[in-house]
């Protein structure tokens, strides 16, 4: 066991979030009991991931998503009621950690998406460089974005909870491709800049499909939550194994 400062110390010193100007606090909650034996990861401190860690007996859950944002409605009612009243009632620590769980070099989401997807960073771009821009590790190049799309999918595997939108660019032999994981359509301008033939992320919106087809580089979105699943179990599972606690990963099914 440890306790719930020692790991809130970990967490902070392996991830730096003084380092960020983020949309919501990161580091420690919710505060639960004093003593931690068992960490659930998961992406979203959503009521079916807490219900979950109560059921695996969990002291402690690390997200990526946390209960709180900049600019949300503060009253605590309805689904913030029912999260927070679960947290309480079973008194579960939650600890959440967004742009700097992103941007760890080793554990973090980009990276962890890189070794998933067999791709290897080489620089960094957009606010906060947290986009990165890399090569296959093998070193070689993929024949069109469609043979990128289907590699990524299969990459991502079923359970992502759907496919690959692709907006292609008629460009062949794709070798430096940028990625940055989640919501980030808006570094697509900045990947662009840096170089790439290619650019992995989330989600896409309506300018994103314009700027792939005028600009030649091929856009690739591939789901939030299915993109941002591998961040939070690995840096979990690193500061678990550090202090010799119990840890699961918890994935809860979205479609987005």
């Known amino acids: ?9 970990s967490f902070d010193a392996l991830l730096q979030p003084e380092r960020f100007k983020d949309y919501g606090p990161n580091g420690l909650q919710v ?3 004093p003593a931690i034996r068992k960490v659930v990861s998961g992406v979203t401190a959503s009521r079916a991931l807490i219900e979950a860690a109560i059921a695996a007996d969990a002291d402690a859950i690390f997200v ?11 009253r605590v009612t309805g689904w913030m009621k029912t999260r927070l009243s679960l947290l309480l009632a ?5 600890y959440a950690y967004h ?10 989401n980009n990276a962890q998406l890189g070794l998933r997807l067999g791709l290897r960073g080489q620089a960094t771009f957009g606010d906060g460089l947290l986009g990165w821009l890399g090569e296959r590790a093998d070193g070689g190049a993929f024949a069109d974005a469609h043979a990128l799309a289907d590699h990524v999918a299969l990459c991502l595997g079923p359970t ?4 690959v939108t692709l907006v292609d660019s008629g ?7 940028a990625w940055c994981t989640g919501g980030a359509q808006g570094y697509f301008e900045a990947a662009i800049a840096a170089g790439a033939d290619a650019y992995i992320t989330g989600e896409i919106s309506e300018p994103q499909a314009h700027y792939a087809r005028e600009c030649g580089v091929a856009y690739l979105a591939c789901g939030h939550h299915a993109t941002e699943r591998y961040g939070a179990p690995a840096v979990a ?8 606690l119990l840890h699961e990963f918890i994935d809860i099914d979205n479609p987005a």
Do not use: C, Y
């Open 1 to 9: 066991m440890t306790s719930r400062e020692t790991l809130l110390q």
């Open 31 to 33: 505060e639960g009991k």
């Open 64 to 74: 990526h998503h946390g209960l709180f944002w900049r600019g949300q409605d503060g």
């Open 90 to 94: 079973h008194d579960i620590n939650l």
């Open 99 to 108: 742009l700097p769980l992103d941007a760890h070099p080793e554990l973090g």
């Open 160 to 163: 992502s909870g759907r496919g």
């Open 171 to 177: 460009r062949r032999g794709l070798s430096k491709i």
């Open 237 to 244: 599972a690193h500061v678990a194994t550090q202090f010799g």
